[in-house]
């Protein structure tokens, strides 16, 4: 059975973008933080059956990835992808070349996730996708989360899990301490 792993970087104050009114700008505070984790995302995301992305989260990776070559591109490119919209948002994804690696679900979403964890024997990388990652914990869905917590205070922006319902007890698998960057990864498992 598959399970979810929700990976993101986020700001010490939980958010995950850029601050108010810059919400897309995330290069002013991640950057030096993704540059010294890199490697060890990759590995995770190699290791990845699938990669699921919301509706926002899918247009900028799709804009980026395909057009790129080397290790992450192959991992981003040729991993299949699922795409979760609302209905009617999406009449088709694409990814470049390798459109026949990415479809999209956006009909009775809790459902076609969790026949996906039948389906698939390994890792669901679920990245970044803030919305998503709220309604999926809510239904009680995400197995694990890989968090890089970046040594910054925006004050303002999105948060990264605004809107959750109830209690989730998690259990620290590792961590991680990255030095040059001063960022530390909490990789943990949710109790269930």
Known sequence: MGKIIA???????????GPKGDEENMISWAMPGVQDIMMDNLVMFQKAEA?????????????????QAGDWADAMNKTKKYVVAGKGKLKEVQWGNYSDTVEVIDDDVEKR???????????????ASSKLIQSL???????EFHVIVHPV????????LDNIESRHD??????????KSGC?????????
Not at 53 to 67: D, K, N, Q, V
């Open 7 to 17: 990976s993101v970087s986020i700001t010490f104050d939980g958010i995950l973008s």
């Open 113 to 127: 996730i969790k026949e996906l964890k039948k389906e698939l024997k390994g890792d669901i990388i679920l990245s």
């Open 170 to 179: 998690l259990k620290v698998m590792y961590t991680k301490f990255y030095e």
């Open 184 to 192: 530390m990864l909490f990789h943990c498992e949710v109790i269930k």
């Open 137 to 143: 914990l809510n239904a009680g869905l995400i197995d």
């Open 51 to 67: 990669i699921l992305l919301g509706h926002h989260s899918y247009e900028g990776f799709a804009s980026f990835w395909p057009t």
């Open 153 to 160: 205070i925006l004050g303002s922006g999105n948060r990264y």
